[in-house]
């Protein structure tokens, strides 16, 4: 199995890559989503460090962001519940998914959290900071401070780029980022040798 971690800014465009590879994918924000909804533990533990916030199931994420904004040190607090809960679905999807030749791991903290193994393939989503403000001003999730506060818990994106085999660079138009996903997965899938594979490369 080809282990692939998608790597990049917040709103870069990271899962609309991911699920265009075409292979099982691990979308991690969409499992926070899930467990907000269905997770009562999670809510529970949530609860008991910030009952002013968690106070009703299944939680709204607006509450969440209120917690966030209202005291920057809550944000921490939240993801260190939260993550084990994503580790134990992921370890499920892997689980599921170990006979398919590529999954994909579509996880913001991938590598801070060292979530990520030494032979995956890491692919960087380049793209310009302008597009990407307009990109969340445009599906209404733009709001400075909290954008401030998870790039301050996230790794330089340089170090990210520099740590990645692959970079694509996304100007949001489908065709070539498809086009740049098809040279990627015929190197992959034809060229398995690992120095093949662990050099750095811009696909574009």
Known sequence: MIRIGILGDIGSGKSFIAKNFGYPVFNADLEVANIYKENKKIFK???????????????????????ILDDTKNLKKIVKIVHLEVRKRMAFFLKKNKTKKIIILDIPLLLENKINKKNDILIFVQTKKKDVI????????????????FTKIQLPLDYKKKRSNYVIKNDFTKKKVLKSIKKILKTLLNERSSFRYRNNRTIS
């Open 134 to 149: 307009k990109k969340l001003r445009n599906r209404g999730s733009f709001n400075k401070k909290l954008l401030y506060e």
């Open 45 to 67: 533990k949530l609860k008991k460090i910030l009952p002013k916030y968690f106070n009703s199931f299944p939680i709204d994420k607006k509450n969440v962001i209120k917690a």
